[in-house]
């Protein structure tokens, strides 16, 4: 399944957030969004998961308008994982998962349901978990659960918020490594939101860069890193090289003077 | 794996309070100034069911018009109260708000207030002259509050500081009303501010018991949703709850549960605050079992405070209003302390 945003405009009150934006999710690629604080990536996010109505411009989820479904029928195609998604009950990590088969069921749950989850669970190693308190987590395992929760949601389509924000290295390795595999197992679209721009280097099929609430260049990683693109959108110096396995390895030397000038 | 999930430990919970419940009722019947134990009160029901009327008049009157209503009203009222505390704490993601905090307690204390001092009369109502005023203003007063929080962006956080200020006001009044009423009134008032069962009925009862039923049907089929909302609302959003209807919906039903309860009882506070969390406490996080365990844990609770407020200080009766917020300051301080993680997110 592919979701397609055209020519997207959003405004919170009369601040422009968004300014023509489109792209496309593609099943089985994992597309990045990448750019500074405050270049619109969560609200992108939130505009493609149905969250947030765009002002102008329209969603397609393969050819049918995104405005037209119900919120159930939205919630069964489209996943989202907000950043920091913390429960503010004190509830066990089985309960958590169990809310991502909310869309499937109306009151009673199913064994198909309980099936769901146990796999979830089971595909992101938590199955010794389900009857621990979330709260009582590290860092890395509520984000696997919140993960998990999205599993068993069974979207086609994925979108992810910093799903590295708060990880240490190794958490953030396995994280992106998950999302790799279940794009290819699952044919996901995969959307995610990330602050590492070698990460984003390492695990993008699609790169998204966006500044001052607009693209500003989208394509393959070799194509966006650029050292040029660097230094306009995030004001930095840097090296971009190749290194082994055709990787690329970002290399920020120094900050620019003055900060970059609005466009436009 | 199933057992994590294996409804049989919350439904066991259910079925002992229940019970509980049921327990408090025969010890509730057989409590009273007249001294009739279990047993007259036992076989004078048996003697009802089974239409053997062999029971003296007095002993018929006190247990069907004076015991019988009054512990079926605290039932009744507790569960009343106990599920518009579980339906605003949940929407409102909040585990210290209840429909009190919202403006509802004392949008009805100016409703009745109004009533017993100046004869107005909202409804035009007659012989339910105080509960009509009190259930329209209750209504009008959470009403406000929303609508109110919906002139900026309806956060939770700003429904709740709606609900103060709404609050605040209608205090005003009551306190302006206080003032300038005769003693007699003014008696009047103090005295529904408090709270009580005394005067329970049987018609109260029947009118109550179907709009505390409905509450819980409208509260249980917005079970999933508060389930998603205690996720967060952008969660549930993305989960497909239309958070906007959900909270609607609820607040709607809280405040008219409320509103119905408190128009007969006058202000009872902190049942809508306490039974929730004991009802979390003994069932988990699962709104399908939250809901009906908190309807039957403010119906012990109410019964419970109104059996010992009544026979504490003998003869005299405490209103139940006084008991509970005895109760309820305590418990809140409680939660304030040492529940923290309930409510710091």
């Known amino acids: 399944m592919n979701l397609t945003a055209k020519d997207l405009d959003f405004a919170y009150n009369s601040r422009p957030v968004l300014e023509r934006i489109s792209l496309m999710l593609n099943p089985g690629r994992l597309t990045v969004l990448i750019g500074p604080n405050g270049s619109g990536k969560s609200t992108l996010l939130r505009c493609l998961d149905g969250v947030l109505k765009p002002r102008q411009g329209c969603l397609f989820l393969e050819d049918q308008e995104l405005s037209r479904l119900t919120a159930r029928e939205l919630a069964r195609r489209i996943g989202y994982v ?7 009950t004190s509830t066990t990590v089985s309960e958590i998962v169990l809310l991502g088969r909310r869309p499937h069921l109306r009151f009673r749950i199913s064994d198909q349901d309980r099936d769901k989850v146990a796999e979830s669970l089971d595909a992101l190693g938590l199955t010794g978990y389900s009857g621990r308190f979330f709260d009582e987590l590290s860092g890395g395992e509520k984000q696997k659960v919140i993960l998990a929760r999205a599993l068993a949601q069974e979207t086609k389509i994925l979108l992810l918020d910093e799903p590295t924000s708060n990880l240490d290295l190794r958490h953030q390795l396995e994280v992106l490594d998950l999302l790799t595999s279940l794009k290819k197992t699952r044919r996901l679209s995969l959307a995610v939101s990330l602050h590492d721009l070698n990460l984003a280097a390492r695990y993008a099929d699609d790169l998204v860069l966006l500044h001052q609430g607009r693209i500003a260049v989208a394509g393959p990683p070799e194509q966006v890193l650029t050292p040029d693109s660097l230094a306009r959108v995030y004001g930095v110096r840097a090296l971009v090289k190749p290194s ?5 390895h970002i290399d920020v030397q120094a900050t620019l003077q003055p900060e970059p000038e609005v466009e436009g | 794996m199933n057992r994590n999930f ?24 057989s409590v009273g100034l007249s001294g009739f134990g279990l047993k007259t009160v036992i076989s004078a029901l048996w003697n009802w069911l089974t239409q053997a009327a062999n029971e003296s008049d007095l002993t018929r009157m006190i247990v069907f018009e004076l015991r019988l209503p009054r512990v079926l009203l605290a039932l009744v009222a507790g569960a009343g109260l106990a599920l518009a505390g579980t339906g605003v704490q949940g929407v409102l993601m909040n585990p210290l708000v209840s429909p009190s905090v919202l403006g509802v307690s004392a949008g009805a204390a100016f409703g009745a207030a109004l009533a017993l001092v100046l004869g107005v009369d909202l409804l035009g109502a007659g012989r339910y002259l105080v509960v009509a005023n009190a259930f329209v203003a209750a209504s009008g007063a959470m009403l406000l509050a929303y609508a109110l929080a919906r002139l900026r962006r309806s ?8 609900g103060i200020a709404v609050g605040y006001i209608f205090s005003g009044l009551v306190s302006l009303l206080q003032y300038i009423a005769r003693d007699e009134d003014l008696r009047s008032v103090v005295f529904w501010l408090m709270g009580s069962l005394w005067d329970a009925r049987m018609e109260t009862v029947i009118l109550l018991t179907p709009i505390v039923l409905a509450g819980l049907a409208i509260l249980l089929f917005l079970a999933w949703d508060l389930n998603a909302l205690g996720a967060g609302e952008e969660m549930a ?4 709850v239309r958070t906007g209807r959900t909270r ?5 039903t809280a405040t ?14 902190f049942v809508g605050l306490m039974a929730p969390h004991m009802a979390r406490s003994l069932v988990g996080s699962d709104h399908r079992f939250v809901v009906p365990a908190s309807a039957l844990v403010g119906a012990g609770l109410l019964l419970a405070a109104d059996t010992v407020a009544r026979s504490l200080v003998w003869p005299v009766e405490m209103p139940v209003g006084v008991m509970t917020s005895l109760l309820g300051g305590p418990f809140f301080i409680y939660l304030l302390l040492w529940r923290k993680k309930d409510w710091l997110s």
């Open chain 2, 237 to 240: 959003h993305s989960l497909g």
């Open chain 2, 256 to 269: 008219f549960l409320t509103a119905s309860v408190v128009a007969f009882t006058g202000s009872i506070n």
């Open chain 1, 82 to 88: 907000p950043q920091n998604a913390s429960p503010l």
């Open chain 2, 248 to 252: 609607l919906l609820a607040l709607l």
């Open chain 2, 155 to 162: 956060s939770r956080e700003t429904i709740i500081l709606a």
């Open chain 1, 244 to 248: 082994d396995k055709g990787r690329l």
């Open chain 2, 6 to 29: 294996s409804p049989s430990r919350q439904i066991f919970c259910l079925a002992a309070l229940m019970a509980v419940v049921m327990g408090l009722v025969f010890v509730a019947t």
